[in-house]
Every structure is written in structure tokens, then in C-alpha cells.
């Protein structure tokens, strides 16, 4: 059993950036695939961003790419994601997700609690 922890959420305005990371524990970090996902007020959850087992892929949402970047470091057993740009539409509740089996945009087996990112215009 995985569990994960996000953490780094809060207010910004826009324009500025955010880190966010989810630390692990219970498990194998470094044999699960990982992912970031949101959801805003009313709307369902979309994904992200995902991470390869050794980082080596990275997919992201047409959305967020060239703005958001996500890592992660197996022996911290932490994902991140560096969030620049910010616009008011990327408020949300920021959620990290596990997964033994590569595809980026799910299913995940683990979820963590999620962390809010509001982004003020």
C-alpha cells in the first residue's frame, strides 16, 4: 500500500509559479509511474502531467505543457511539479497519483489527499 502526500499548494497571483511535491511512502517508489491531475471547482478531474519510472518520460496535458514541468527524485521518493505561468484557470486541487503500469493518463492505483493551488487574476 502507497501512500502519498502533496504538498506546496496556495495563492499566487498570475504569472507567478509554484512547486508542488508528493512525497511517498509504504512502497517501492522507484517501481511506480507517476502522475499529477486536477480538479476545479465543478468539473472533473484532468490529468496533468506523468513521470516514467526513472524519469526518462515525461507526457503532459496540451494545457500545461511548456508551462509546468514534472521530476522526481527515487531516492528522495518525491514527485514534483514546478508550475510557472499561472494562469487563473489552473486553480484547482492538485492531486498526485501511483501507478505499476505505464499509461500517463491512467488508470493509478494510489492517490494522494491533494493539495489547493488558486491562481488570482
Known amino acids: 500500500q502507497v501512500q502519498l502526500v502533496e504538498s506546496g499548494g496556495g495563492l499566487v497571483q498570475a504569472g507567478g509559479s509554484l512547486r508542488l511535491s508528493c512525497a511517498a511512502s509504504?512502497?517501492?517508489?522507484?517501481?511506480?509511474?507517476m502522475g499529477w491531475f486536477r480538479q476545479a471547482p465543478g468539473k472533473e478531474r484532468e490529468y496533468v502531467a506523468a513521470?516514467?519510472?526513472?524519469?526518462?518520460?515525461?507526457y503532459y496535458a496540451d494545457s500545461v505543457k511548456g508551462r509546468f514541468t514534472i521530476s522526481r527524485d527515487n531516492a528522495k521518493n518525491t514527485v514534483y511539479l514546478q508550475m510557472n505561468s499561472l494562469k487563473p484557470e489552473d486553480t484547482a486541487i492538485y492531486y498526485c497519483?501511483?501507478?505499476?503500469?505505464?499509461?500517463?493518463?491512467?488508470?493509478?492505483?494510489?492517490w494522494g489527499q491533494g493539495t489547493q493551488v488558486t491562481v488570482s487574476s
Open positions: 497519483a501511483a501507478a505499476r503500469t505505464w499509461r500517463p493518463t491512467g488508470p493509478y492505483d494510489y
Open positions: 513521470i516514467s519510472l526513472s524519469g526518462g518520460g515525461t
Open positions: 509504504g512502497g517501492t517508489f522507484r517501481f511506480y509511474h
